[in-house]
Nanobody, 126 residues
């Protein structure tokens, strides 16, 4: 089992920045990919960013590319999402997720992830 706990959400004005953290515990050695997803009211869950935990390769949704950065600290079993130039449309509940299958190629597809955090709210005002 893997437990994920997100933190760092909050309210910020457009153009501001936030850094989300996701701390993993349990059988963290089984994790092959970690991702950040978000869900806004009335919308489907959207893959935002992902990282291959071993290789450090990163992936981003077009909507956040150039503004968000995903990174990892292996020693702390923690993944971060640095969000800059935030827009009101970034407002959502943000989830951290972990996948144990190294065969996954569609890294921003939530169906492939096995473990999910409880979510942290990000609200961006105009």
């Amino acid at each position: 089992q893997v437990t994920l706990v997100e933190s760092g959400g909050g309210s910020v004005q457009a153009g501001g920045s936030l850094r989300l953290s996701c701390a993993a515990s349990g059988y963290t050695y089984t994790i092959r990919k970690m991702g950040w997803f978000r869900q806004a009211p009335g919308k489907e869950r959207e893959g935002v960013a992902a990282i291959v935990t071993g290789a450090g390769r990163t992936y981003y949704a077009d909507s956040v590319k150039g503004r968000f950065t995903i990174s990892q600290d292996n020693a702390k079993n923690t993944v971060y999402l640095q969000m800059s130039s935030l827009k009101p449309e970034d407002t959502a509940l943000y989830y951290c997720a972990a996948a144990v299958d190294s065969r996954i190629t569609t890294v921003l597809a939530g169906a492939w992830y096995n473990y999910w955090g409880q979510g942290t709210q990000v609200t961006v005002s105009s």
